[in-house]
């Protein structure tokens, strides 16, 4: 077992993990935080995706371990208080979603995409989104989510 | 606003006090028979609590896994159906089969357990191809059904179609594959299951479509009745038609629970989806068009092939007949139909339904097979359609075999997507292609869908009124992304005219209301439950209505969620608030209400346009457009993202999905994300357009005809029509799906090498 | 993922420590590649040992004629780099073409070049510049450090500390991304440096990354994508599966080398 100790969603915690606790695991089994949702086992699809030290991973490919002393943030700390996250508001907006299976990991990765770019073009916002699949929406909204957050965050 | 905010539930979110974890054991191999199973290393392995088997779950009196509907063919034979078990018993008859369940402290011993359980197989030959199982010979996917035949499906009249050929000017035959498929919505399969002792009560968490068939299902096959099992079902992530029937992890997890006395979790992987949810499409269907002289279609003939996979699945034989069926005369006025089906068994994942089951596949034959006979025999594939569409004179038109449409103006929709795709303008763009070296087709497809063809004939909904005046609104169909919440709410607001904000909408909540009603499939969503929304608005009007009258002391008019009468007015939900709840602890304006909605054919007309790399085989989308007939539309936004969806997923299926199987081992080669091709973000090129052509139907209350299909079946046409118009003039005859760059490439290669 | 016991080394000299005691522990740098295995359970090492935070690992370093990169390295560093923009473009181009962005903010060159996938991107650079690999015992030339699919001159135990890339006089990478994985179906890196022009292939040798000596002769003879007209890739070494023939990917590897060679000429 190994201790280890990080911030998560600007709160410090601490947990005793094995070598092989995959962090994911440890965010959705042990802290519950269920928004960052598992969809593969070979780490393509992006569901996993959070902020760890400013950037965007997957949490599926990575030991809790690795963690240590790391700064954290999931889908449940992006809003600040009530007031949305403006890619989040992009969302809801444009209609980014449908069953909300990949939103989270895509909401992750197009913040990675807007703090890279802050003005990304269509080609840039694909090739951002090129870790994270969606079955539903065929991209289109959320494209424009994104590029509606692009917009919101210049206000 | 929760999903955004990571605050959805969808089944592997839930957690119970206690609970223990389940891992299950699969096949490995795709026929085998099991000779020997043996346990208890698994069973002494640190945290192990149970390793359940065929024995456990015969003990516990589970029958056969439910194969669809009950089929007879036209000499009054049955489907064969063979036993289908929640574990495999003597025989494994597809790799991914479940074969153990094991349930330990914590997911990881579930696990590591699966690995020490010793599994004796004696291995035999396999058949994956539907040619291969139906051949003289073949090896036997179960030993009582020979020739591996489940089935022939015969629709219209075959005569009637001889004798069209018989005098036909000419003919064309296409035969186009839709290729096996994994639906993979992005949630894995997940449940938790408890079981209360007391009460004698379950609770079970798991991914549906709609409780209602998948209690029945759960009676059906653990013997337990439905009453007893809560099915709690908040968030879903995706389901596409496969998740709308249980699977065998569901009942295990209920057998442990009650077994063992404490919750049982089982969070599937990615790869027990590739393996073990139910598969789609995975059938060929060959089309025969008979023409006069004019181009007038005689008569289509249909002959086709079905792969079912190891076992009748829920919905699997639906989709080669029904389905295949009532839409097999597509947009067009055919005075005779035959349509032929072989449902064949193969070492296979079973299929079931997949976003359409059969319609798109079928709107994708239809529309090929129009193109090719009008390049066949020198028509104008525009004017042949023209000559041949059922015009909006003849509504509502009885086709020859098949159903009524009510309503639909296809020449209108085409002339509209001509229009908004600039098909006119297509040869200056192939020539401005050709001169960067690139090959240009333009494709086009005017698809016809039936929708809204549910197990139940009606759908119900129920208010219940707060005492704080809020309404919540209840049906049974379970939400996956279909944005139900916003569209039922929207509808019955509407109706009543009140603020959004006052109802709430709760999908399956068999608590708080008994209702019977249709799960999401088949698109009918919108139109049944839409429907049955505005039916429960006008009877709470008119349940209020005499007691506003009695409050307002004459008889009250309504409008804009207010009664008035002789200059007094009052809120209803003002008037909800002022009532009190009888003795049942019933408000006075509870309410229940239903709506019958027959069939409905949603249509359009889809454009593609396409670019292609000769040097590596890419295909680029440069431009796609979308004209749908989907009637009255409820939500534009949310229509428009599930026609964004089906067209990717179309997409998907033309340029890459494959479940590809090995010939000879049966083994399932492309069971990960790293070889089986999604569609990603960089799926379109170019731009989308979607406009609306609304021919609103009369049948139901909403005038609408459902949305969830139509972005496939337009899109595998139009956008395989496109590439065929890319690549004809350099000789080649056919294309099979999946096109991937290295299909193509070889293609043009191979047409090159024959010409020179 | 079987048990293990994970280990951080706070130096070379403890990470050489933890491998030389435990002989079934694992290197772990980003982990992009070995966590998957490890979940996948093709790998049941004892012991893990993270090297990510060695501060010897870490760091580019540019020279008149070389451009030295720490294994840490993330692919992001080495994509937005100034400096590596600016010496070497189609490395920091290259790096921008692994993956997505979660894989190249976690995974690192050296653990890239260690795994030696047969359809990774790095190995085609590493190879065409003639880099040199710097490891904890001594340097290896690249044309002596791939040895076949996954396989490579490391001996156990040995950590790869840095990689020297001798700055080109121009330089570009073509890429093919397999259409469900991502990775390279085919990528060809042309280099044209001191020591003339090098072709590598990566994505579609059955041997792993190789040079393509027939196309480096014609190149060397004129740099210009016409030079390559009728070449051909012997696909009789080419990776043949479910995906793509020997000869596809041998046509694909002489279409990326083409691109490339554009991409430089203009
Ligand atoms: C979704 C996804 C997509 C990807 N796409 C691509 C792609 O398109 N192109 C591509 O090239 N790669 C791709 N990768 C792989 C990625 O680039 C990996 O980061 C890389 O191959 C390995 O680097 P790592 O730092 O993650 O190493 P790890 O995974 O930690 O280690 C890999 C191997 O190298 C050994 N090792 C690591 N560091 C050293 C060292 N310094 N000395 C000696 N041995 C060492 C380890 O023991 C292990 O065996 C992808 C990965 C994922 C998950
Ligand atoms: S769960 Fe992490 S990428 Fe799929
Ligand atoms: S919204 Fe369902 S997977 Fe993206």
């Known amino acids: ?155 | 606003m929760r999903l955004i905010q990571g605050h959805g539930r969808y089944a592997s979110d839930w957690n119970m006090a206690g609970q223990l974890f389940a891992a299950v054991l699969r096949s490995p191999h795709a026929a085998a028979r099991i000779v020997r199973i043996d346990t208890a290393a698994a069973l002494n392995a640190p945290g192990v609590r149970a390793v359940l088997t065929h024995a456990d779950a015969e003990q516990a009196g589970f029958k056969s896994i439910v194969g669809g509907v009950a089929l007879k063919d036209r000499n009054g034979q049955p489907m064969k159906k063979p036993h289908y078990p929640v574990l495999a018993k003597d025989q494994v008859a597809y790799v991914g089969q479940a074969v153990a369940f094991v349930v330990a402290e914590s997911a990881t011993a579930a696990q590591d357990a699966t690995e020490l359980i010793e599994v004796e197989y004696e291995e035999q030959p396999a058949v994956v191809e539907f040619a291969d199982a139906v051949a003289p010979g073949a090896p036997r996917v179960h030993q009582d059904i020979e020739g591996n035949v489940a089935y022939v499906h015969e629709h219209g009249d075959a005569a009637a179609v001889e004798a069209a050929f018989a005098r036909a000017h000419r003919t064309t035959r296409l035969k186009v594959d839709s290729q096996r498929l994994v639906c993979n919505p992005m949630e894995p399969r997940a449940c938790l299951a408890a079981f209360d002792a007391a009460t004698g009560r379950y609770t079970l968490h798991a991914p549906s479509q709609g409780l209602i068939g998948a209690r029945t299902h759960i009676e059906q096959i653990t013997g337990l009745p439905a009453k007893d099992v809560d099915l709690i079902v908040e968030d879903v992530g995706g389901s596409f038609g496969i998740r709308g029937t249980p699977y065998p992890e569901y009942f295990m997890a209920m057998l442990a629970a009650r077994t063992l006395g404490k919750p049982v979790k089982w969070v599937g992987s990615r790869s027990d989806t590739f393996l073990s949810d139910y598969h789609g499409r995975a059938l060929a269907l060959c089309g025969e068009v008979a023409l006069d002289e004019t181009g007038r279609f005689l008569a289509f003939r249909w002959t086709d092939e079905i792969n079912l996979g190891a076992y009748a699945g829920p919905f699997g034989a639906f989709i080669g007949t029904q389905n295949v069926s009532i839409t097999s005369h597509g947009v067009y006025a055919v005075p005779a139909v035959y349509v032929r089906s072989t449902l064949a068994y193969t070492n296979t994942t079973p299929i079931s339904a997949y976003r359409g089951a059969g319609r798109p596949d079928i709107a994708y034959a239809i529309e090929r097979l129009v193109d090719q006979a009008a390049f066949e025999h020198g028509f104008d594939p525009l004017e042949l359609r023209r000559r041949n569409f059922i015009t909006p004179a003849q509504m509502p038109f009885k086709t020859a075999t098949g159903p009524t449409y009510d309503s639909g103006d296809f020449p209108a929709v085409m002339e509209h997507a001509l229009k908004a795709s600039d098909w006119a303008g297509f040869p200056a763009r192939r020539k401005e292609s050709e001169a960067r070296g690139r090959l240009r087709g333009i494709g086009l497809a005017s698809y016809l869908e039936a929708a809204g063809a549910g197990t139940f004939n009606k759908d119900q909904t129920a208010a219940r009124v707060g005492d704080d005046g809020r309404i919540t609104i209840f049906c049974m169909a379970g939400g996956s992304g279909q944005g139900h919440e916003t569209t039922f709410v929207g509808v019955f607001a509407d109706e009543l005219g009140v603020e959004q904000g006052v109802i709430e909408y709760r999908a399956s909540d068999l608590a708080a209301a008994d209702l019977i009603g249709n799960g999401t499939g088949g698109s009918r969503t919108a139109a049944g439950q839409g429907s049955a929304f505005k039916a429960l608005a006008r009877a709470l009007i008119e349940k209020a209505r005499p007691l506003a009258s009695a409050l307002l002391g004459g008889e009250a008019d309504y409008a804009d969620g207010r009664f008035s009468a002789g200059g007094k007015s009052v809120g209803l939900i003002d008037l909800a608030r002022k009532m009190a709840r009888g003795a049942d602890g019933r408000h006075p304006l509870d309410c229940e209400a239903e709506a019958s909605s027959p069939a409905t054919f949603p249509n359009g007309c889809h454009v593609a346009e396409v670019e292609i790399d000769p040097d590596t085989g890419v295909t680029d989308i440069i431009r796609y457009t979308s004209i749908d007939d989907l009637g009255n539309v409820l939500q534009p936004m949310l229509v428009e993202g599930q026609v964004h969806g089906g067209v990717a997923q179309g997409w998907g299926q033309v340029f890459g999905e494959h479940a590809v199987y090995d010939r000879e081992s049966g083994q399932f080669l492309t069971a990960s994300f790293m070889d089986y091709a999604m569609p990603r973000a960089d799926w379109l090129k170019g731009t989308f357009t979607r406009e609306s052509h609304p021919v609103p139907t009369a049948t139901n209350l909403m005038g609408a005809k459902g949305v969830g299909e139509s972005g496939c079946s337009g899109s595998l046409p139009a956008l395989m029509n496109a590439l065929m118009s890319a690549v004809r003039p350099l000789g080649v005859k056919d294309l099979q799906m999946p096109v991937t760059p290295v299909v193509m490439w070889r293609t043009l290669n191979q047409t090159a090498r024959k010409a020179a | 993922m079987y048990a293990f016991e994970y280990l951080r080394a706070g130096s070379l000299a403890e990470a050489g420590d933890l491998l030389s005691k435990n002989p079934e522990a694992k290197i772990l740098a980003g982990g992009q590649t070995f966590i998957p295995t490890l979940k996948a359970r093709l790998a049941q090492p004892t012991h893990v040992v993270d090297v990510a935070r060695i501060k010897d690992l870490a760091g580019i370093t540019v020279t008149a004629d070389a451009v030295t990169i720490g294994a840490m390295t993330r692919h992001v560093e080495v994509g937005n780099s100034a400096e590596v923009r600016k010496a070497i473009p189609a490395l920091a181009a290259l790096a921008l073409e692994i993956g997505d962005q979660q894989v190249r903010n976690r995974g690192t060159l050296g653990g890239s070049v260690a795994n030696n996938d047969p359809a990774a991107d790095y190995p085609s650079a590493v190879l065409a510049l003639g880099a040199t690999i710097i490891t904890t015992s001594r340097e290896i030339a690249a044309d002596d450090f791939f040895q076949g699919m996954f396989a490579t001159a490391l001996a156990e135990g040995e950590i790869i500390k840095a990689i020297r890339f001798p700055i080109p006089k121009r330089a570009a990478y073509s890429k093919f991304h397999h259409p469900a994985s991502g990775y390279a179906m085919a990528g060809a890196f042309v280099a044209d440096t001191a020591k003339g022009v090098r072709v590598a292939i990566t994505g579609a040798g059955a041997s792993g990354v190789f040079r393509w000596s027939d196309a480096e002769a014609a190149l060397a003879k004129s740099f210009a994508a016409a030079a390559l007209a009728g070449l051909k890739v012997d696909d009789s070494n080419c990776i043949a599966d479910l995906h793509a023939g020997s000869d596809y990917r041998a046509h694909l590897a002489a279409v990326m080398t083409k691109r490339a060679v554009q991409k430089i000429t203009g």
Request: aromatic content about 2%; glycine content about 10%; charged content about 20%.
């Open chain 1, 1 to 155: 077992m190994t201790k280890i100790a990080f911030t998560i969603n600007g709160k410090q915690v601490s947990s005793d993990v094995e070598g092989r606790t995959l962090l994911v695991d440890l965010i959705r089994d042990e802290l519950k935080l269920t928004g960052t949702h598992v969809g593969c086992d070979t780490s393509q699809c992006g569901c996993c995706t959070i902020q760890l030290d400013g950037d965007m991973v997957k949490s599926c490919a990575m030991l809790a371990a690795q963690a240590d002393g790391a700064n954290i943030v999931t889908i449940e700390g992006l809003a600040d208080g009530d007031k949305l996250h403006a890619v989040q508001q992009a969302f809801t907006e444009c209609h980014g979603l449908q069953c909300g299976f990949c939103t989270p990991g895509m909401i992750m990765a197009s913040v990675g995409i807007l703090k890279a770019n802050p003005n990304p073009s269509d080609e840039e916002i694909v090739k951002g989104l090129e870790g994270n699949l969606c079955r539903c929406t065929g991209y289109v909204n959320i494209i424009k989510s994104v590029k509606r957050a692009a917009e919101l965050m210049k206000v």
